[in-house]
Each structure stands twice: as structure tokens, then as C-alpha cells.
């Protein structure tokens, strides 16, 4: 089958000849039709699958059969930033002929340039459900003429706690509406959306469950104080084009990226404390190949859509079996094969199993040849280690005069991290002085294990 088939306005059928589309994916095959017909639509897709035309091309297809043109009618909700860009950009490639305007809606940014680009009349917005409702709330969009609206990567959405903001989207969206929800993964409160905001819809499913075929699985058995040494050995010994590394919080995935990039690999770390300018940078520089590996987290990955990507390591086994098929789902694309690494512990023995489950196949167990696996857990600092109970108590009958500033029962409060040195000038209440030893200890304790 090819795309002329699905009858496209003329408009339309030129970008996509344009963008080089020539043959449908599956999911485009199956979700193309009804949504082209007006239907609603429950698509079961991962990232990679082309979903975004499945819905792209019927939208701006609707949009140049007729209606007012310059007024909100289609609505796409998002859950990163990144991925909203990359719809963004997808409608402007494949929607050149058309005219139709479209505008990004997120956080991160000033709201001024986004009320602008709404009074410009953007036909099409799509839009994080924060900075959404900040809109909606300051009434500065109008969601009365929505023909159209998407939910894209419910599940992620759901994850990062919208939820509670997509409903109240939805009360200001016209009832009598198309909708469209795409979803990697299909658990219980996507099931209870679906029957409460899609009117018969018509369920398409691509490979929902099982992983490209195109992708080798191989999991390394590490101590979790030894995975960012086995991460730049493994780096050291295989032939790799980009590299994509997951890590489960995005301390985390900032600390290993700053040690990969002291190791003298081309890194960088994509996590949500960075300025939407960063992240950006960090993601264009990611594609352009100025960076090898890009280090970042389940949430903060989504959107990332590179097709050079040769392996991905999970340097932090994911949460589900799903979140595994949607990571390893970034490598093995268009035809290439790719390699998922997964770093194991102890502790991830039931994940191993249910991935396994899901693959149908007990994936290899390998150990990097000339690696000290037996390299024991660093003792922790004395320097930063906390003081017995007793000693942090001053005598009752101690007066501050009597004792040199600075000391806890004649220990100096001098503190030395790396190359900085820290000097307490004056006293403190007991309660206090406990807090300051306290947060020395946990933030050293965490540095030890990333």
C-alpha cells in the first residue's frame, strides 16, 4: 500500500511526497482510515512506530476540507516538551502546502511569545497540560472551536501525575469532538480514560508488547557502586555510533554524564532541571552527532527520535517491562540493528524475569573481559562522617567564649569537598548543628552510588 491510496487533499499528499514518505507503517495502515472518517481512535504504538502521521496527516487533511480558518480546531497534548517540539516540527514538514499555522504550548519559556502566536491564529496547538492550563486560566486560548483532540503517550502522561490536569482539559474542550489517544502501554486508568472520553472507538495495535526484532538484548550482572566503571569500559570496548544511557532519577543521569564527559566521551545529560535552551542544545547536539552519548531519564527521553541510535544502556533497570520495550525501542530502527545492555543487581531479579517473559526468551548474561568485578564498596569519608551523639552536645556550663568559634567539643566545623573548604563562623543551636552533620552524611552517601 502506498500513501496515495488514502486519498489525501492534493496539498497534503505534496508534503508527504515531499517528507520522502512512499509506503505506510502498520500503524499508520490501521489508524489513517477511521480517523480520516471522523472516527475516535484508541492507538496502541510505541515510539519509532510513525504514529505522529497517523494523526498529523487526517488533521491537516480536515483542516483544508473546509471550516474557518485562523480558529483553534485541533488540539495535541504531550507530556515533554521535546516530543511537543518534534510534532510540531512533523506538522510544518509534512503540512508545507497547507498554510496551516501551529503553534507549541510548554513551560520553561515565557507565556508572551505563546499568546502572540495564539492571536496570530494558530489553527493547530499542541501543548504540555501544565502550561495548557495556565493558558486556559488566564484565558489567553480558546478551546471552543477544538475539532480534534489528541492525547499522545497517555501512559507517560499518566506516569508524570497529569492526570487530574488532562480532565480539566478535557471540561473545556467541546463535547462534540474527534478524539485520539496514543499509548505505548494500556494499564487500568488508560482503559477508564478511554471509556470515558473516546465515543466508539475503533482500537488499532502494532506491536505492542513485543520489541523490534531488529534489537540483540544482553544483560551485565554489576554491583551498583561498579556500573559507572563498567559503563566506560563497555564504552572503551564496543564499536558504537550514538549512544543512549538511562538512569533512573536525573541526579543520577547528571553525575554519570559529567563522568562520562571527564573521561573524555563527547556526553551530555538531558533532565528536567535544565533551561528549555539546554535541553534543546543537549538534544540537537545529540542528533548532529556532537555528542556520543546522551544520558537521561525515562521522562526526560521522550520525544527523542534519532534513527543513527546503536545501543542503548540501561545503566537503572526500568520500573515495568513495558518501560523496557519503550527504552530499547530507540535503537534497531529503520531497517538497522541495535543493542540493548541492561545492568543488573540483585535487586532487579523479578524486572529480569518479567522482560524475559515479554522477550519469550532468557536473554544472555555477559561479563566484560579484564573488569574487577570484586572491586569492593569505597568506605565511606571519615572527614564527612558524623560525629558520635556526645560529642555534639556543648556542656551546659560551657560558655561560647570559653571555646574557639567553629567547634563542635574541640572539633573544628571545617569541612574539604574536591577543591572547596568550608569554615562555620559562628554557633549554632544544637537542633540546627544536627541538621547541617545530617545533610553532609545523606549527600555523601548518595554520591557514593550512582
Known sequence: ?????????????????????????????????????????????????????????????????????????????????????????????????????????????????????????????????????????????????????????????????????????????????????????????????????????????????????????????????????????????TDTDSVLVFTRTKHRAKRVGQQLEKSGYKAVSLQGNLSQNKRQEALDGFRKGKYQVLVATDIAARGIDVSSISHVINYDMPDTADAYTHRIGRTGRAAKTGDAFTFTTREDNEMVRAIERVLREKVERRTLEGFNYKTPTPARDTEFARPPREQQRRSPHASASAKPKGTYAGRTETRTAGKSEVKKTSWRSPAARRFSWSKVDNNRAHNQVI
Open 1 to 237: 500500500m502506498e500513501f496515495n491510496k488514502f486519498d489525501l487533499h492534493p496539498n497534503v499528499a505534496a508534503g508527504v511526497k515531499a517528507a520522502g514518505y512512499v509506503t505506510p507503517t502498520p500503524i499508520q495502515v490501521q489508524a489513517i482510515p477511521p480517523v480520516l472518517n471522523g472516527q475516535d481512535v484508541m492507538g496502541l504504538a510505541q515510539t519509532g512506530t510513525g504514529k505522529t502521521a497517523a494523526f498529523v496527516l487526517p488533521i491537516l487533511n480536515r483542516l483544508m476540507q473546509g471550516g474557518q480558518r485562523g480558529k483553534l480546531r485541533a488540539l495535541i497534548i504531550a507530556p515533554t516538551r521535546e516530543l511537543s517540539e518534534q510534532i510540531h516540527e512533523a506538522i510544518g514538514n509534512l503540512g508545507k502546502q497547507t498554510r496551516v499555522r501551529s503553534a507549541t504550548i510548554y513551560g520553561g519559556v515565557g507565556m508572551g511569545p505563546q499568546i502572540q502566536k495564539l492571536r496570530n491564529g494558530a489553527e493547530i496547538v499542541v501543548a504540555c497540560p501544565g502550561r495548557l492550563l495556565d493558558h486556559i486560566n488566564q484565558r489567553t486560548i480558546n478551546l471552543s472551536n477544538v475539532e480534534v483532540l489528541v492525547l499522545d503517550e497517555a501512559d507517560r502522561m499518566f506516569d508524570m501525575g497529569f492526570l487530574p490536569d488532562i480532565k480539566k482539559i478535557i471540561s473545556h474542550v467541546p463535547a462534540k469532538r474527534q478524539t485520539l489517544m496514543f499509548s505505548a502501554t494500556m494499564p487500568d486508568d488508560i482503559r477508564r480514560l478511554t471509556q470515558e472520553v473516546l465515543h466508539a472507538p475503533v482500537t488499532v495495535q502494532v506491536d505492542h508488547t513485543a520489541p523490534a526484532n531488529t534489537v540483540t538484548h544482553a544483560l551485565y550482572p554489576v554491583e551498583q557502586h561498579l556500573k559507572t566503571a563498567l559503563l566506560l569500559e563497555l564504552l572503551k570496548h
